[in-house]
């Protein structure tokens, strides 16, 4: 595999969404040949599971319904769009991937993160990010922005404490994979956060 493989991680509100668009426009600059996707998502059918997953009726979804729901949709973005990107050398740069799932399942519904890990090994098919931003904010600052920008979907409507768990989970995440996950404060501006990505990722591209 030639490509690379950048996942975008963080508490809802944390501005991956923005990063994403920064970090690519630095990347085509490089010559790279970009794919962007998000989870869950990316494709058509697991847009179509997205909006399962999120709908805000589906109050009794079960922890692990819910888990699985999230690693098939990544498994049909695995095969459809990730895997043959990164064959064609291409840069692919994913907002969430497994880690997400690692948090908001393994740690703040308390499923265990082994056990998610182990529900995803066949969504994934070994393939790991080569590097992950994590974009840290505290969890009501980032339920804050999101209540400014839209109304709530399933998740963002847990409660705060829910939240906290998550933000915390990936703080956790990162101790655990120091040379993997890079962490950023997300509070920082805009102009900084892309600067720190840029030389991370330039660390990784030379
Ligand atoms: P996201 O698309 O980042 O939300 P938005 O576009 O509204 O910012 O993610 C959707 C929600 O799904 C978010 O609350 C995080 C959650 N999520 C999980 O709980 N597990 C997962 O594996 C993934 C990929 C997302």
């Not at 990730?82 to 994913?94: C, F, Q, R, T, Y």
């Not at 979907?153 to 101790?175: N, P």
Request: net charge negative; aromatic share 6%.
């Amino acid at each position: 595999m030639t490509g690379i493989f950048i996942s975008m991680e963080g508490p809802d509100g944390s501005g991956k969404t923005t990063q994403i668009e920064l970090l690519k426009k630095y990347l085509n600059d490089k010559g790279y040949e970009i794919i962007i996707t998000r989870e869950p998502g990316g494709t058509v059918i697991s847009e179509a599971v997205r909006e399962i997953i999120l709908n805000k009726e589906y109050t009794n979804m079960g922890y692990m319904t819910e888990a699985l729901l999230y690693a098939s949709a990544r498994a049909q973005l695995v095969s459809e769009v990730i895997k043959p990107a990164l064959e064609a050398g291409k840069a692919v740069i994913s907002d969430r991937f497994v880690d997400s799932s690692a948090v908001y399942q393994g740690m703040a519904r308390g499923l265990g993160v082994d056990t998610v890990y182990e529900i995803n090994k066949f969504a994934i098919q070994k393939i790991m990010p080569d590097v992950t931003i994590h974009l840290d904010l505290p969890a009501k600052v980032g339920i804050g922005r999101k209540k400014e920008q839209a109304e709530l979907d399933r998740m963002e409507l847990e409660t705060i404490e829910f939240h906290e768990q998550v933000a915390e989970g990936y703080r956790k995440l990162a101790a655990l994979n120091p040379d993997r996950i890079y962490t950023i404060d997300a509070t920082l501006p805009i102009d900084i956060i892309h600067n720190k990505i840029k030389n991370k990722i330039e660390e990784l591209i030379g």
